[in-house]
């Protein structure tokens, strides 16, 4: 934390969850470019392997990216062999995208990358300090998300 930073400004929520999110970002973006990803590929990747196939439509919604991005992401996936797309029995405008069996390895692979770099990111905290933050940022996003 900037040691110039006035005492208000360091004892605001926001203001340190502004700046912790900065370090966040850039913490998992170098280790996505190291494992020659996008946090929008581990995004759709995670989401696949939770709940199965699904419409590209309900990606962009499960995972908030927009729909053009979800595009130009599945595009990327698909060709790196990690998802299949396919058309819709039940509606032919629609695409169904389906994991393959690389992109469930690919998957793995970015989660374990996700997992350092959390690691790295809170690695001040206990694992009860991280549980607990989690537990308090969720409790915050679920408010303002109308959940």
Known sequence: MDEQAPSVLK????????QS?????RIISEAFAAGGARGYHFRLLA???????ASQAS?????GIDRSDVVAAINELAAAGFVDRSPDPED??????????AGKRQQKRLAELVRKAQDEL????SAA???????LLGKVLSHHDGG
């Open 92 to 101: 032919g405008r629609r695409n169904i995208i389906t994991l393959t069996t």
């Open 21 to 25: 999110a900065m370090h966040a970002h």
């Open 59 to 63: 990606l962009g919604r499960r995972t």
């Open 122 to 125: 809170f690695a001040p905290l």
């Open 129 to 135: 300090e991280r549980d607990q933050l989690s537990r």
């Open 11 to 18: 004892e605001t929520p926001s203001w340190l969850l502004t």
């Open 47 to 53: 989401t696949l392997a939770e709940f199965g196939p």
